[in-house]
């Protein structure tokens, strides 16, 4: 028998303390993984890092993968498609209902373990929809998610509009069990796996949120389950992120990832250059070739979830025939677009659809034809009469904005299309509804792999375009309702055709004219890939 | 005296009132904040909600009255972006900007007077020329194109600065220098003109006629005259060093008050532009009034004028 007395024992303590200390010692000191510095134009256009409230691609830059996790994943370096990641699997109990199981071992950035409560909670009203309710029935109270004796945050007002947008018939997470959450909808939806892979649909961490004195303060430094955690953020400044050695998914390969925002295009490229960033966002396609005219270095990128699309006011007189908005449809050369603007490097796209839409998308829809001859014959069809029709432009809020504009409006001439260009300073007056409101520009996402997302959530009642009464069709609403709420397969395909049908050629709403691309420079030595998003994938893997 | 200052302060108030007026109906004629703030994408129901939680629709001249009211009473209003008090924000920024404009206006000072102080005192010479070469460059010379072309020079090619940010004060060099460059130019040609014009004055005659030393001319009969002109210009560049770096600050990713400006700008954050705004026109109104007085102390003659008054 060992007689073990008081002293020895304190001794063997303090040693198996030791022991644990200093290989976590020796761990940091062998910690010679790189740290980068990402030159992006903007980094949140909200101010905070709030996944509900910061709904843009420039979000995404910043927000996505490297801080916030979803139940479903985004496939970033793959096709866009749901993947699992905080859910190991999911599976339908009803048309309105999905289960799902959440991973084992996961822990947020401070020390918590992921549980059913941070789900329940991160969908619940404190957090998402305040006072909003669903489009049919109640929101579920989920037991036990009462505030825990700490006052609740004020929501900025539209949280619970964005949130009521992206979920509008969900009634509310129930807990099953200590590992599986339900879904409920009100409505049948066959797009509730979809929404939950979307923007806005990430897990936070409910103790963080109550010891956050305010919801800035929260928003400023979330809690979430990311390989990267936020170390410090300075509002329009930088956003340092540190890798968080936790992580389920195994070390990230960054110790740091700090953006910075540097607005200048040419300062972003010459900080490159001169050796102060390592990678350089929204690089112009018309500068790829200068910065790759430097053989240390390379532009990635390509084609987004996102196309431009030129959009029609069908109440202005010029264009209230829909012949008119037809001949417009047909007298833009696309291809000339990508090739001149786009050195070929983005693409046409089959109308305002993707590929990840899987037996949804249709491969043989395509945008209406570069034929003159078509848009000369449907104007006078039409009897138009060479009236002006205004088009409001901003100055390159997208990529070759003002260049675009101003090829679309010498081929609409070549037809016989007065449109004449009114250069608008910000979106409020692009939008202003006046008796001159025409054609405009815009940009529609897909944010999950259903038309219900692009077409219905822009085009139909509820998107913007119905909204801000530029245009309306009442069977293209009952289609809408259709896809939101049907769960037969073909018949919300043949309701999305006969939208597009409507939308891109009856009685247009907007014609696409290319998918949007994004650029990245960085030196080649760097061995990273590039998503198809404006998202940068940090994570275990993509790194060497 | 007195009321030579309570005029003086007056005028500043109304100057900073109309200020207050003009960008307050500008912005608000041009753009609605919340489509604005919340971008294209927002749902409507958000648009709404925002614009009615700001109080947007109320009748502009209620939330004209109400603005202007709250001012009266200190609060310069809640930016509408950010959440925060717009004085906090504007606050934060100013260290950035003086770390930019202060350095900037020594560095003018201390190459544009001298040499256009020398310019003048060998007028036609050849450094004359070169001087007023360098003063017309450096004068016409859009600030972004400078500061294009020293980020080329020292920090593409040469590598010896940072091309942008401010995580050291190395890091403010090339903003600082294509700053100064501009402003030295301006400074270097006012002076040159304005000690011409007093060195073809009939006292500067009588005080060499007199047989006072060239040198003792210089400094006691030209150099304060030649002030006057020299001192509106540097007042004016003191009126804006808490902004006078909007363009530099963009284009060398500075976190002052400028580029706040801009973004608040392009936001129609309101409370920010205003708060900003009104730091301008105070600043401005308070070196103008100092330049006032450092007249009457240059020249004997307005001083006189002042105690008259």
């Known amino acids: 028998m060992v007689n073990i007395t008081r002293r020895a024992a304190l001794g063997l303590a303090a040693g198996a303390a030791g022991s644990l200390a200093l290989p976590r010692f020796a761990i940091g000191q062998s910690d010679n993984r790189a740290s980068v510095t990402i030159a992006v134009q903007k980094i949140s256009n909200t101010n905070t890092l709030d996944c509900i409230r910061e709904q843009s691609n420039v ?60 789900v329940a909670f991160t969908f619940g009203q404190e957090r998402m929809f305040a006072d909003s309710q ?50 409920v909808n009100g409505t049948p939806d066959v797009t509730i796996e979809g929404r939950l892979f979307q923007a806005g649909a990430q897990i936070m961490n409910r103790r963080a949120w109550e010891e956050a004195k305010s919801y800035d303060d929260w928003a400023r430094r979330p809690i979430t389950t990311g390989p990267y955690m936020v170390s410090d953020y300075k509002p329009d400044q930088s956003l340092l992120l540190v890798s968080y050695d936790e992580y389920w998914g195994g070390l990230p390969p960054l110790k740091q990832i700090r953006f910075v925002e540097v607005p200048e295009v040419a300062s972003r490229i010459n900080g490159l250059l001169s050796g102060e960033y390592d990678f350089a966002c929204d690089i112009p396609p018309d500068q790829i070739v200068g910065v790759e005219s430097n053989s240390d270095f390379e532009v990635l990128g390509g084609t987004i979830l996102n196309h431009r699309i030129t959009v029609f006011d069908k109440h202005h007189p010029q264009l209230e025939n829909p012949l008119v908005r037809r001949a417009m449809t047909h007298a833009i050369d696309r291809q000339a677009i990508v090739d001149s603007l786009w050195a070929g490097r983005t693409a046409i796209p089959n109308g305002l659809q993707w590929p990840f839409y899987g037996d949804m998308f249709f491969d043989d829809w395509k945008v209406p034809e570069y034929n003159p001859e078509l848009a000369r014959q449907l104007l006078q069809e039409a009897g138009y009469k060479g009236d002006p029709i205004p088009y409001r432009v901003l100055n390159n809020y997208y990529t070759n904005q003002t260049a675009t504009a101003q090829i679309q409006v010498e081929m609409w001439k070549q037809v016989g299309l007065n449109v004449e260009i009114e ?26 792999s259903d038309p ?35 769960t037969d397969r073909a018949k919300r395909r043949e309701a999305f055709r006969r939208m597009l049908e409507i939308c891109e050629r009856e009685d247009p709403a907007y014609t696409v004219l290319h998918q949007n691309a994004v650029f990245t420079a960085k030196p080649k030595a760097l061995k990273w890939k590039a998503a198809s998003a404006f998202a940068m994938d940090f994570r275990p893997g993509n790194w060497s | ?163 942008g940010g401010q995580d050291s004060w190395l890091h403010a060099a090339l903003p600082i220098a294509t700053m100064g460059i501009g402003g030295a130019a301006v400074l270097a040609r006012f002076s040159r003109s304005a000690m011409i014009e007093v060195l073809g004055q009939p ?35 003191v009126g804006s060093l808490v902004a006078g770096a909007v363009v530099i600050e963009s284009l060398f990713s500075w976190p002052g008050v400028g580029r706040l400006l801009v973004i608040a700008v392009s936001n129609r954050d309101l409370a920010v532009v205003q708060c900003i705004l009104l730091l301008i026109a105070v ?27």
Not at chain 2, 52 to 80: C, H, K, R, T
Not at chain 2, 283 to 309: C, E, W
């Open chain 2, 203 to 237: 006292y500067i005659r009588t005080a060499s006629a007199k047989g006072v030393s060239w040198p003792r001319v210089i400094r006691g009969h030209a150099m304060p005259n030649a002030a006057i002109p020299i001192v509106t210009i540097v007042g004016f560049m």
């Open chain 1, 134 to 183: 669903p489009t049919e029935g109640k929101t579920i109270y989920v037991a036990g998610l009462e505030t825990r004796g700490r006052e609740a945050k004020e929501l900025p007002v539209e949280i619970p509009a964005n949130a009521r947008r992206q979920w509008p018939a969900l009634l509310g997470v129930e807990i099953v069990d200590r590992n599986t959450v339900r879904f």
């Open chain 2, 283 to 309: 600043t401005m109104v308070v070196s103008n009034f100092v330049v006032d007085i450092l007249y009457g102390y240059l020249d004997p003659r307005l001083r006189n004028n002042y105690a008259k008054a």
């Open chain 2, 1 to 163: 005296m007195l009321r030579f200052f309570l005029l003086r302060l007056f005028r500043a108030l109304v100057t900073i009132a109309l200020v207050v007026t003009f960008a307050f109906v500008v912005l608000r004629m041009s753009g609605d904040p919340a489509t604005i703030i919340l971008g294209p994408e927002a749902p409507p129901s958000a648009v709404a909600a925002f614009r009615e939680a700001w109080g947007l629709n109320d009748p502009i001249w209620v939330q004209y009255l109400s603005y202007f009211g709250a001012i009266l009473q200190g609060d310069l209003g809640m930016s509408m972006r950010d959440g925060r008090p717009a004085i906090e924000l504007v606050a934060e920024r100013i260290p950035a900007t003086l770390q930019l404009t202060v350095p900037t206006l020594i560095l003018k000072l201390a190459i544009g007077i001298p040499a256009g102080v020398y310019a003048a005192l060998h007028r036609d010479s050849i450094v004359d020329r070169i001087v007023m070469i360098g003063a017309v460059v450096g004068f016409t010379m859009p600030s972004f194109v400078l500061g294009l072309i020293l980020v080329l020079i020292f920090s593409v090619t040469l590598g010896w600065l940072p091309s």
């Open chain 1, 423 to 448: 250069m608008k300073e910000n979106w409020s007056q692009v939008l202003e509804h006046t008796p001159n409101r025409a054609v405009r520009d815009w940009s529609n996402s897909a944010t999950f």
């Open chain 1, 452 to 486: 219900v997302s692009s077409i219905v959530a822009q085009h139909g009642p509820n998107g913007q375009q119905q909204q801000v009464r530029e245009w309306t069709n009442e069977e293209v609403n009952r289609m809408s309702v259709v896809l939101e709420t049907s």
């Open chain 1, 59 to 118: 979000g995404e830059r910043s927000l996505y993968p490297n801080l916030w996790e979803g139940l479903i994943g985004r496939n970033w370096l793959g096709d866009q498609g749901p993947v699992p990641l905080l859910a190991t699997e999911w599976k339908r109990v009803d048309d309105r209902t999905v289960e799902l199981k959440l991973r084992d071992g996961v822990k947020f950035h401070n020390g918590d373990p992921l549980t059913v409560e941070d």
